[in-house]
């Protein structure tokens, strides 16, 4: 996946990191809880698994939905951006598995530790941090510059 620098433009980021931190505090605010996405999604699982009902996962399932429909809001305003994924699925899938043990050993994901975390000046997201962005890089250099 490629970066269309071009078209990157510092309002557009800056719209997108305040909208990010306005839906996280707004979570936390209404709902007491950290906008982990690996935790929000892994609640509705959790009751389907076990047959739960969901009635209970009603605020998690419509922040699901919001995350499923802004890009379909945001192609009324904008076109997508391309998206190009030079693998094939079978290493699509190894790494979707690796991020789900790593957010498990992490006791988090990205969206927790490094937006919910760090903004409650957490150690341990820190910590979790500094290791997730180090693994990336390192990764993306064995990849580009090793192999």
């Given amino acids: ?4 620098w071009n078209s990157f433009t510092p309002r557009s980021a800056l719209a997108g990191g305040v909208l990010i931190g306005l839906a996280t505090a707004l979570y936390l605010l209404g709902n007491g809880r950290v906008a982990g996405i690996a935790g929000i999604v892994a609640g509705p699982l959790r009751a389907v698994l076990m047959g739960a009902s969901l009635a209970a996962e009603r605020v998690r399932l419509l922040f699901i939905g919001g995350l499923l429909l802004a890009p379909w809001l945001w192609r009324l305003v904008a076109p997508l951006p391309a998206a190009r994924v030079d693998v094939g699925w079978p290493l699509v899938i190894a790494a979707g598995t690796l991020v789900g043990v790593g957010v498990r050993m992490g006791n988090g994901c990205t969206s927790g530790h490094g937006v919910c975390g760090l903004s409650r000046l957490s150690l341990r997201s820190l910590a979790n941090v500094l290791a997730f ?6 990764t993306v250099f064995v990849v580009r510059h090793a192999l």
């Fill in 133 to 138: 962005m180090g693994a990336g890089v390192v």
């Fill in 1 to 4: 996946m490629t970066i269309d």
